[in-house]
């Protein structure tokens, strides 16, 4: 258990929680104290050796966070359950995957999911959020990647969406400053999760050579990143990307 609770009572929504970094996310909230909503198409997992007073905390639905609809409800229920969200974490996304190619050979098909879970999702769940926050302040802490800076061959769609991420980040965070909301995003790099499990054991050498630091991330180095944006401390840090990659790229 986490000794420090700088959200307790706060209510924090996770979209993609239900594994991965995400998971890693909302737990370490809920460490803190926090009532969190996740949203993810599976989350069943996330509540696996999970004490009941931090059961009692978190609002879980399975649902597609491209959907607009299924984003409303969830928001809707989250808001039921535990009051209006202050702390909003844009977690889910991710590349075209098995369906990833370079760009020559890729699919208009692909780049529309990418975009759809990448970036317009963090927009729609922003827009239900933002109403609120302009009345009373809040944290939004969206999920970019430092692919989007080291443009990595092969995820030309992934990297567009997730510099969009930055794009919207520090459009929102300018927007919203004078209504005491702080808009911040981070970008991990080879991070440890179920898919990077399967990569081959070459490819990891190779993303560990490349890294300063030497080894790959745990998911917990970026809930780490995450609450700290999230939290009082980081009340004048707004607009801002932060990396999470061992100094693969550096700004």
């Known amino acids: 258990m986490i000794a420090v609770q700088r959200f307790r009572d706060r209510v924090v929504i996770v979209s993609g929680g239900g594994a991965g970094i995400g998971a ?4 370490r909230f809920l460490a803190e104290g926090a ?16 004490d009941a007073a931090e059961a009692e905390r978190l609002f879980a639905i399975d649902g597609d966070c491209t959907d607009g609809e299924v984003l409303e409800s969830f928001h809707a229920g989250t ?6 969200v202050e702390i909003l974490v844009n977690n889910v996304g991710q590349s075209g995957r098995e ?12 780049w529309r999911f990418v975009m759809e879970v990448s970036l317009f999702s963090a927009m729609r769940l922003s827009r239900l959020v933002v109403g609120a926050m302009r009345a009373h302040g809040g944290r939004i802490v969206n999920m ?16 567009a969406a997730k510099m969009g991420i930055v794009g919207f980040t520090r459009s929102l965070a300018r927007e919203l400053a004078p209504h005491s ?12 999760t179920r898919a990077h499990d399967r990569v081959p054991a070459a490819v990891i050498d190779r993303i560990k050579a490349a890294t300063p630091a030497g080894f790959v991330g745990e998911p917990e180095d970026v809930a ?10 980081a009340r004048f840090i707004t607009g801002q990307s ?6 693969r790229w550096m700004i």
């Open 181 to 192: 909301v702080t808009v911040n995003a981070v970008a991990p790099g080879a991070i440890r």
């Open 242 to 247: 932060l990396l999470i990659d061992g100094g």
């Open 224 to 233: 780490a990143a995450v609450a700290f944006l999230a939290s009082d401390e």
């Open 99 to 110: 369906r990833s190619a370079p760009f020559h050979a890729s699919s208009e098909e692909v």
């Open 144 to 159: 970019a990647s430092d692919a989007a800076f080291a443009g990595d061959a092969g995820l030309a769609d992934y990297a």
């Open 35 to 50: 009532r969190v909503g996740v949203l993810d198409l599976a989350t069943a997992a996330l509540t696996v050796d999970m």
């Open 79 to 84: 808001v039921a359950r535990f009051g209006r």
């Open 24 to 27: 890693a996310i909302a737990r």
